[in-house]
């Protein structure tokens, strides 16, 4: 009777033991399901957040675009602009253009639309506004301002394989766009576009020669200014017409 008892009681312990093994299993499984499932939600958190954010991009879109295009047209910028409180020719309206990468002149389309403002973190135009002084310092830094720059000649160019734009265009874009770091020689250059008669339009490499130019020749003393290097012809002349009316 005795060792019966005793196979009874060690028959018991390892039924005890198996099952609390099988318990543990269970509850890692349990464990390892809800790890997953949160994992799972983590997952989603984000993306859902995303796709909330661009759906609310979106509307913002609506609001300005027109029905037929399905693009922001002239018109619908002029309305946007109107509820930043910004003139349309206000060079801000350009660095948004430049922030989101549009292609043509005066229109907006969607995806550039939902491009830039997710960048600017802008889904509303109360949100828009408030991140205008971030755009701006953007823009400003040197490693974007040359960009911006040539950005600005390429999205003039208002028809298709058009190389250059007029005089009356280029000294309206000098002003807006390189009057930002260099004014007393935008002003001077904006005098003698207007003065001379030997041009009609600027290509890009004239373009590209004023920002140089400001930017590397000493002014308005001009004394590093060495007509023998590839300066385009229209800089020789601008230096000769300046050191001529230095009176």
């Not at 206000?90 to 550039?112: H, P, S």
Request: charged share 30%; proline share 3%; net charge positive.
């Amino acid at each position: 009777m005795r060792r019966a008892s005793r196979k009874s009681s060690s028959s018991a312990a390892t039924a005890s033991a198996g099952a609390e093994q099988v318990n543990e299993k269970q509850n890692r499984k349990r464990k390892g399901v809800s790890t997953n499932l949160t994992s799972r939600k983590a997952q989603r958190g984000p993306t859902k957040a995303v796709s909330k954010e661009v759906e609310r991009i979106d509307q913002f879109f609506y609001t300005y675009a027109d029905n037929s295009s399905g693009m922001i047209d002239p018109e619908g910028i002029e309305t946007l602009c109107a509820h930043l409180e910004v003139p349309h020719t206000d060079v801000r309206i350009l660095m948004l253009a430049w922030k989101m990468g549009c292609e043509k002149q005066g229109y907006f389309t969607l995806d550039e639309w939902r491009n830039g403002l997710k960048a600017l973190r802008a889904d509303n135009i109360s949100k828009l506004k408030k991140a205008f002084p971030e755009l701006v310092q953007e823009v400003m830094r040197t490693s974007n301002f040359m960009e911006f720059y040539t950005y600005a000649f390429r999205y003039c160019l208002t028809e298709d394989k058009k190389k250059c734009i007029e005089i009356p265009v280029a000294c309206e874009l000098l002003n807006l766009v390189l009057a930002l770091q260099f004014r007393p020689q935008v002003d001077k250059l904006n005098n003698y576009l207007k003065y001379q008669n030997d041009y009609k339009v600027i290509n890009m490499d004239q373009w590209i020669g004023f920002f140089r130019f400001c930017n590397e020749i000493n002014f308005p003393s001009l004394d590093n200014y060495d007509s023998d290097l590839a300066w385009p012809l229209i800089l020789d002349n601008f230096v000769e017409w300046l050191r001529e009316n230095k009176s």
